[in-house]
Each structure stands twice: as structure tokens, then as C-alpha cells.
């Protein structure tokens, strides 16, 4: 499959792995890429002394291009960028926050900037600014979410920029892929399907957990305070929300979410962590090795594309 993406990267079919904070390490993304994805390694939380041994895993588990996304909330954030650039990955993911101050440096070292997008403004802005592609996130998706849908987005923000659009949020099989590359994108990113897979390290209570989850199970925790975070519905998430609704201050809010978006993935507390997952639950059905999923989604996106032909 050939688009804009899968030159711009050098992969085989246009799928970014999404990163997910305390799921996404060296081995997945390494698998993702071995499989003709991009994986990508999610330095969000995590030391520069664990991204540095993360790439070496890729490495030695590929030679196919691999990313790391940077989490611009993140304190360390100058020296993940750092470890990026001295690495020279193949591109950077960068979101939560405004990439801009950091294009010149990652591409200085030869790496290919991808930010993740919210809203037409910023697509604008990081288009003009020389991103090399961008990547629009709806409000579909696992984790830390704008207020806009993934259709919403693609149908504003594509006719707008002239850089390859990757779609996310809420696309988990390869009809999704299908739609945004008839919408004029040029690949998606998918997290929450690469989360059950065999070789995410993620706790199997977290991957199982998203395995039985349907289409109406996610839930936003933040939204009143503009720390919006989707993930599956439990007894952290009732509690929350609970307290949001009666009027909780902030601060007494943070206590209760500080911690989850590792306690679910890392030690398989999957009630009082926080699964962070996107809608598209219902069809990840099984745990499946990340070859498998590309290869199904692959197939599956040929079969709607030549499907729409009789429309016309
Ligand atoms: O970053 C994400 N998703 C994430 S990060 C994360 S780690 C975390 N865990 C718990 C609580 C909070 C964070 C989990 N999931 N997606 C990309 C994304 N970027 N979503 C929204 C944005 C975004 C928001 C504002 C991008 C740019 C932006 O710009 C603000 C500005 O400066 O104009």
C-alpha cells in the first residue's frame, strides 16, 4: 500500500502505532515495524535512561524505521528530545502541549516531526511551522483527548494543510483505514488494538480488560478542568466522576487520578488504575500478535476500497 505516509516514512502500509503512556516500549514498537507499521515508543513518564534502552530493544528487533513520541507535559522533556536526536530515530511523535520550539532540533538530527493535533488552528500553525506530517486525534481516542471528533477533524482539517494527515482516535480495523484514506488522509494511528496484542508488556489484566470491553464502556475523567482522559469505566473512574459531579475541588480530583496510567498497565490493577483505551472496543475481540493485526487490517481496508467502486 502506497501513500503519502508510507513514503514519507518508509514503511510498507500506513499505520502508526500509537504511543500509550506506560504500554509503548521497545518491544512493541520494534514488533509493530517488523510487521511494515511504525511502532512507536512512548517516552511520557519514563526516564532518558529507559527511551535509550528502549531503542536499543527496537534495534535489536528490527532494522525497520520506529518513532518515539514525545509527551510535551512531560518535565524531562528537553532531554527525551535529546535521546531523540541523538538516536536519530526515524521521526517523533509530539503531543499534549505546543512542538513547535522543538522542529529545529529533531530535524537538525535528521528526524521526521509529527505532531499530534487538535483542533484547525494548531494543524495550520505546525503545517506552516514545517511539520513534515500531523497527526488529528479525536475525541474517540484512549487517554489524554480535545473536545473534537475524529470525523469532525478529518473533514476541517484535511482540505486545510497541505502535509499527510494521519487520522486517530476511534479507528481499530481496516474499514477505518479505508474511510480516512477515502476522506484524503494518508494513514491512521491506532492504540488501543496494539494494546491487546501479544507482544505489548503490558499486564494481561489491562490487555484482557480491553479485550472484553464494548463499545459503550469508556468513560472521561478531567473534562471539567481541561485534563480530559478517556479510558474503561471502573471503580476509579465512578469514584471520580462521582466527586466531580458533587463539586470536588481540583486538587482533591488529582489525588484520586495521580498514579492510574501506570497501576493499570504495570501492575494490573485494572479498578483502581486506569485502563486508558479508545471507543472502537467492541471489534478487538482476541489478543493477537501485531503481525496479525496489520495483516488483517491491511486486507480488510483493500476489501472496503474496492467495495466503494460500485458507487460510482
Ligand atoms: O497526548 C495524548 N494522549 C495522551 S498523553 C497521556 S499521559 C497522561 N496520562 C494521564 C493524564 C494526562 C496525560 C495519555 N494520553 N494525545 C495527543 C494529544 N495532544 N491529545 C491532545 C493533544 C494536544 C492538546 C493541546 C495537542 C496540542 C495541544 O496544544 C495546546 C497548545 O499549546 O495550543
Known amino acids: 500500500m502506497k501513500t503519502k505516509l508510507t513514503e514519507l516514512l518508509n514503511i510498507q502500509y500506513p499505520i502508526i502505532q500509537g504511543a500509550m503512556a506506560w504500554v509503548s516500549d521497545g518491544k512493541l514498537a520494534g514488533a509493530v515495524s517488523a510487521a511494515g507499521g511504525a511502532g ?12 535509550k534502552e528502549q531503542i536499543e530493544v527496537a534495534r535489536s528487533i528490527t532494522d525497520k524505521p520506529f518513532g518515539v513520541n514525545i509527551m510535551l507535559m512531560a518535565d524531562n522533556c528537553d532531554e527525551i528530545v535529546d ?12 503531543g499534549a502541549g505546543n512542538p513547535v520550539p522543538y522542529f529545529e532540533k529533531l530535524h537538525n538530527a535528521g528526524v521526521k516531526v509529527i505532531p499530534v493535533i487538535p483542533n484547525v488552528k ?5 503545517a506552516d511551522k514545517g511539520a513534515d506530517a500531523l497527526i488529528i486525534e479525536g475525541m474517540e481516542a484512549g487517554g489524554h483527548i480535545g473536545k473534537l471528533t475524529t470525523m469532525a477533524l478529518m473533514t476541517q482539517v ?21 474511510a480516512a484514506l477515502v476522506m484524503g488522509a494518508a494513514g491512521v494511528q491506532m ?9 505489548c508488556s503490558a499486564h494481561i489484566n489491562a490487555k484482557t480488560r480491553i479485550v472484553e470491553a464494548t463499545d459503550t464502556d469508556t468513560v472521561v475523567t478531567g473534562a471539567l478542568h481541561g485534563h480530559a482522559v478517556r479510558g474503561i469505566q471502573n471503580q476509579m473512574t465512578n469514584k471520580y466522576l462521582a466527586l466531580e459531579k458533587e463539586g470536588v475541588s481540583e486538587g482533591e480530583l488529582e489525588k484520586i487520578v495521580v498514579g492510574t496510567s501506570r497501576k493499570a498497565p504495570v501492575e494490573g490493577d485494572v479498578e483502581w488504575g486506569f485502563v486508558q483505551a479508545g471507543q472502537s472496543l467492541t471489534v478487538i475481540k482476541k489478543i493477537d500478535t501485531c ?4 495483516t488483517s487490517i491491511v486486507e480488510d481496508a483493500k476489501k472496503a476500497l474496492n467495495g466503494v467502486q460500485q458507487y460510482i
Do not use: H, M
Not at 40 to 50: D, F, L, N, V
Not at 83 to 94: D, F, I, M, R, S
Not at 122 to 126: D, S
Open 122 to 126: 494548531l494543524a495550520k500553525r505546525v
Open 40 to 51: 512507536t515508543i512512548a517516552a511520557g513518564g519514563r526516564s532518558a535512561q529507559w527511551l
Open 158 to 178: 484535511i482540505p486545510e494543510v497541505n502535509i499527510p494527515v494521519v487520522v486517530a482516535g476511534g479507528i481499530a480495523e481496516g474499514r477505518g483505514l479505508a
Open 291 to 294: 503481525d496479525e493485526i496489520i
Open 83 to 94: 535521546v531523540v536526536c541523538e538516536a536519530k530515530v526515524a521521526y517523533a511523535t509530539l
Open 191 to 199: 492504540g488501543t488494538r496494539f494494546y491487546a496484542s501479544e507482544e
